[in-house]
């Protein structure tokens, strides 16, 4: 069974909006934290965002005050809501979660959804 799936990537014009969802086999409430990264083009992963369990969220200096996150546990399904997006959001983005199975800590990831901004 695919633990995390990404969806609502596309392709949007320069200084839109996207809200991406990350929906989970199981309860957001089992994992220790969730992230969100993204990859450019020709870059390194980044890490954008992450929530912890107890969901206080942290983003990184390129989302900050453009980026938001939710969690609805309703749906197993965490967001993030992107506004004001440059070009240079373009990437692919991923989500990621990590649990603790027999004391040792497992991360998921998903496959990824595609974002670009582009006029």
């Known amino acids: 069974q695919v633990e995390l799936v990404e969806s609502g990537g596309g392709l949007v014009q320069p200084g839109g909006s996207l809200s991406l969802s990350c929906t989970a086999a199981?309860?957001?409430?089992?994992?220790?934290?969730m992230e969100w990264h993204r990859q450019s083009p020709g870059k390194e992963r980044e890490r954008i965002a992450e929530?912890?369990?107890?969901?206080?969220?942290r983003f990184e200096d390129s989302g900050k005050g453009r980026f938001a996150i939710a969690i609805d546990n309703a749906k197993n399904r965490l967001s993030l809501q992107m506004d004001n997006l440059p070009p240079e959001d373009t990437a692919v983005y991923f989500c990621?979660?990590?649990?603790?199975?027999?004391?040792?800590?497992?991360?998921?990831w998903g496959r990824g959804t595609q974002v670009t901004v582009s006029s």
């Open positions: 199981r309860p957001i409430s089992t994992f220790i934290t």
């Open positions: 990621s979660a990590v649990r603790l199975v027999d004391e040792e800590f497992v991360a998921s």
């Open positions: 929530v912890s369990h107890s969901g206080r969220a």
